[in-house]
């Protein structure tokens, strides 16, 4: 089962994605979390993602491209998996054609969420993770018990550089110039 799930930041496409995920045994591969891992791990792609992210916008296709190629070849996909914000692009979803037809495999379902955009600047300006665990909360939506203190581990709760109104806005308004084509 191959699944994409599209929508804007903020949208809950990670949060629906993951319940699915588990619910199937699939992994969820989130493209924000891709550019994380290579960015904490300092791989070359990493450092080149990261100077997009600090500024609030979309990685370059090319870029994103390859990133997802390499995660969609390990193991843990052979059985499937759901893509969480990739493709944003045309030319993203034609590379994403060209790697699962390379690999014999096809596009199951495409859910697409769509959320007002002054509903998507509350959600992602509100979000707060944990340092230590990585647990996610939301200052109005899912505050903690102790404001900026973890529930689970007890870690400090930081707001990411990229969930600022500013670089919020900016995102939000990449994604609607890029990814009119695609949805």
Known sequence: MNILFMGPPGA??????????????????????????????????????????????????ELTNALIRDRLGEADCAKGFILDGYPR?????????????????KVDAVINLVVDRNLLLARLTGRRVCRSCGTSYHILFNPPKQDGVCDKCSGELYQREDDTEEKVGTRLDEYEKKNRSVA
């Open 12 to 61: 809950g496409k990670g949060t629906q994605a993951q319940k699915i995920a588990s619910l199937h045994g699939i992994p969820h591969i989130s493209t924000g979390d891709v550019f994380r891992h290579n960015m904490k791990q300092g791989t070359p792609l990493g450092l080149q993602v990261k100077s997009y992210v600090d500024n609030g916008l979309l990685v370059p296709d």
């Open 89 to 105: 692009t045309t030319a993203q979803a034609e590379e994403l054609d060209r790697v699962l037809a390379a690999m014999n495999r």
